[in-house]
């Protein structure tokens, strides 16, 4: 059931039908299309008002479309940055063993160049006994078998070194 202050029948002159009437709320604003109808309008005048047409092309989709493509520009622009990312990274990772390989290699010669050059000046010099007792020139003499054992291992330990080294950085 409606209440008296929506829709409202008024009682018709002699012979005339009943027409509803739309009254409105006395709480609300009138709308500025409404504000030159009186209190009571018709019905079938409220029903075939025409309402201002909905632009969906302007409201809705242009919005949508052009998020889309904006969406689908990011993700354009993301995806080269990513791939840049990827590349340089890739290039970084593939250049760093070759430069690290050639940075120790070079390391490793210099150690293995300051060895050689250590045990040549030992060997230049012979060493002398302090004491020229029999114990003593008996222990020099035991001594050179095992430096010259020392020094012909270390001779094939630079050696092997330098053919890894080789092997490694393909010189």
Same mark, same amino acid.
């Given at each position: 059931?409606?209440?008296?202050s929506?829709?409202?029948?008024?009682s018709p002159?002699? #012979?005339q039908?009943?027409?509803?009437?739309? +009254?409105t709320?006395? #709480?609300t604003?009138p709308?500025p299309?409404?504000?030159?109808?009186s209190v009571?309008?018709?019905?079938?005048e409220?029903?075939?008002?025409e309402?201002?047409?909905f632009?969906?092309?302007?409201?809705?989709v242009?919005?949508?479309?052009?998020?889309?493509?904006?969406?689908?520009?990011?993700?354009?622009?993301?995806s080269n940055?990513?791939?840049?990312?990827i590349?340089?990274?890739?290039?970084w990772?593939?250049?760093?063993?070759k430069?690290?390989?050639?940075?120790?290699?070079?390391?490793l010669?210099?150690q293995?160049?300051n060895?050689?050059?250590t045990?040549?000046e030992? #060997?230049?010099?012979?060493p002398?006994?302090?004491?020229s007792s029999?114990f003593s020139m008996?222990?020099s003499?035991?001594? +050179?078998?095992?430096?010259?054992?020392?020094?012909?291992?270390?001779?094939d330990f630079?050696?092997?070194?330098?053919?890894?080294?080789a092997a490694?950085?393909?010189i």
């Open positions: 059931m409606e209440s008296p929506e829709t409202m029948l008024s002159p002699c #012979g039908p009943a027409t509803p009437l739309v +009254l709320n006395p #709480g604003q709308s299309r409404n504000q030159n109808s009571e309008r018709p019905l079938a409220v029903i075939t008002e309402f201002a047409p632009d969906a092309e302007n409201l809705v242009q919005p949508f479309q052009e998020d889309v493509s904006r969406d689908a520009k990011f993700e354009q622009e993301l940055m990513l791939l840049n990312a590349l340089e990274t890739h290039a990772a593939s250049a760093r063993p430069h690290e390989a050639a940075m120790e290699s070079q390391n010669e210099d293995i160049s060895i050689m050059s045990e040549r030992q #060997g230049m010099c012979s002398t006994p302090s004491i029999s008996s222990s003499f035991i001594r +050179l078998p095992i430096i010259e054992k020392t020094r012909a291992k270390l001779a630079v050696r092997k070194m330098k053919t890894a080294i490694l950085t393909d």
